[in-house]
């Protein structure tokens, strides 16, 4: 029987880990730590109410995270909390930093004072930059850090201080770097809720110009499903990919939606694109696949069904969200 910390557990990929660790896990105990800011929906785990421990707290506390570690003898930490949204990190980079970089040095300083069998950082392919579109290859585990936004730079400044910590301090750290993720639960600033949402409502759906840019989807339980395998048999210092293999343009995502839900195509509309946008990631997911024995189980196909049908069926959790989110598509061209 273990105890977890999981810090940004009211988030999207939180929550889901949250709800998977206790029916994965049901003899562990799960102390669910959130600040809850504007994306942190307490909502997503109510139904968790009586089976967890709920913080709210900031990762930047050193106080609390402290006494919140020695109270509940917690033996892993999973930091999902992060700032994530790389166009709000446009006009408010300094918000990224001080939560992705300083509030997980902060995490890891309590962690290394009270001491923990260990500390997962949950990172992003984005740390990496971005591919040429016909690029044959993929991002592996040694490929140098090359962030291009500010949130890529305050996620990759969050990684090389766990790095550090586990180097100079031997404190027992590993990484997962996931490709993007969808499912339920995912607040709707995010493309595919976005799209649903607005599809939902009858609205346009938004497309940067650059339509045929790529991302890599992953189904956030067959993320979940990753980082247990590396608590679990990952080798302490080490970075493992988790990613799908599975490629999809913005437009790609958008007819989809439109598809499944049997809307023009008219209700797509052209925004222009954001500073520094990434063309497309690509994580080679082989250590995880080799080593752990771990692969999606989830189709991108029956998963986007499924995402859509869950947005669907819960308009009581997204409606009330809406407008909730500070992200302005044009802030940066005034």
């Given at each position: 029987?273990?105890?977890?910390?999981?810090t940004g557990?009211?988030?999207?990929?939180?929550?889901?880990?949250?709800?998977?660790?206790?029916?994965?896990?049901?003899?562990?105990?799960?102390?669910?730590?959130?600040?809850?800011?504007?994306?942190?929906?307490?909502?997503?785990?109510?139904?968790?109410?009586?089976?967890?421990?709920?913080?709210?707290?900031?990762?930047?506390?050193?106080?609390?995270?402290?006494?919140?570690?020695?109270?509940?003898?917690?033996?892993?930490?999973?930091n999902f909390?992060?700032?994530?949204?790389?166009?709000?990190?446009?006009?408010?980079?300094?918000?990224?930093?001080?939560?992705?970089?300083?509030?997980?040095?902060?995490?890891?300083?309590?962690?290394?004072?009270?001491?923990?069998?260990?500390?997962?950082?949950?990172?992003?392919?984005?740390?990496?930059?971005?591919?040429?579109?016909?690029?044959?290859?993929?991002?592996?585990?040694?490929?140098?850090?090359?962030?291009?936004?500010?949130?890529?730079?305050?996620?990759?400044?969050?990684?090389?201080?766990?790095?550090?910590?586990?180097?100079?301090?031997?404190?027992?750290?590993?990484?997962?770097?996931?490709?993007?993720?969808?499912?339920?639960?995912?607040?709707?600033?995010?493309?595919?809720?976005?799209?649903?949402?607005?599809?939902?409502?009858?609205?346009?759906?938004?497309?940067?110009?650059?339509?045929?840019?790529?991302?890599?989807?992953?189904?956030?339980?067959?993320?979940?499903?990753?980082?247990?395998?590396?608590?679990?048999?990952?080798?302490?210092?080490?970075?493992y990919h988790?990613?799908?293999?599975?490629?999809?343009?913005?437009?790609?995502?958008?007819?989809?939606?439109?598809?499944?839900?049997?809307?023009?195509?008219?209700?797509?509309?052209?925004?222009?694109?954001?500073?520094?946008?990434?063309?497309?990631?690509?994580?080679?997911?082989?250590?995880?696949?080799?080593?752990?024995?771990?692969?999606?189980?989830?189709?991108?196909?029956?998963?986007?069904?499924?995402?859509?049908?869950?947005?669907?069926?819960?308009?009581?959790?997204?409606?009330?969200?809406?407008?909730?989110?500070?992200?302005?598509?044009?802030?940066?061209?005034?």
């Open positions: 029987m273990s105890t977890l910390l999981v557990a009211a988030g999207f990929i939180g929550s889901n880990f949250v709800r998977y660790w206790r029916e994965r896990h049901p003899a562990d105990a799960v102390v669910a730590l959130d600040a809850l800011t504007y994306a942190g929906c307490r909502e997503n785990l109510d139904d968790l109410a009586e089976r967890i421990t709920f913080v709210h707290g900031d990762i930047r506390d050193r106080e609390l995270i402290e006494s919140t570690l020695r109270e509940h003898t917690v033996d892993v930490i999973v909390a992060a700032e994530s949204h790389n166009s709000l990190a446009i006009i408010r980079p300094g918000d990224f930093f001080s939560t992705n970089v300083t509030g997980t040095q902060t995490l890891l300083e309590a962690a290394r004072t009270v001491g923990v069998a260990r500390f997962h950082q949950i990172s992003t392919c984005e740390v990496y930059g971005d591919m040429d579109l016909n690029d044959p290859g993929a991002f592996t585990e040694d490929a140098p850090y090359l962030p291009r936004t500010p949130y890529n730079a305050a996620k990759a400044g969050g990684d090389h201080a766990v790095r550090a910590y586990g180097y100079t301090y031997d404190l027992p750290v590993t990484i997962t770097n996931c490709s993007n993720n969808y499912g339920p639960y995912q607040f709707p600033e995010k493309v595919i809720p976005l799209f649903v949402t607005r599809a939902l409502q009858g609205e346009q759906l938004p497309l940067y110009a650059s339509t045929t840019n790529r991302r890599e989807w992953l189904h956030v339980m067959d993320h979940c499903r990753a980082i247990d395998a590396v608590l679990d048999r990952g080798r302490v210092g080490e970075t988790v990613g799908s293999g599975v490629e999809a343009d913005i437009e790609t995502i958008a007819d989809t939606v439109l598809a499944e839900l049997g809307l023009p195509a008219s209700l797509k509309t052209i925004v222009p694109d954001r500073p520094s946008h990434d063309r497309r990631y690509l994580l080679d997911s082989t250590k995880l696949r080799t080593e752990l024995g771990w692969s999606p189980l989830i189709d991108f196909s029956e998963g986007m069904r499924s995402t859509i049908a869950w947005y669907k069926e819960n308009e009581a959790w997204w409606r009330p969200l809406l407008g909730r989110s500070p992200v302005s598509e044009t802030a940066w061209q005034r």
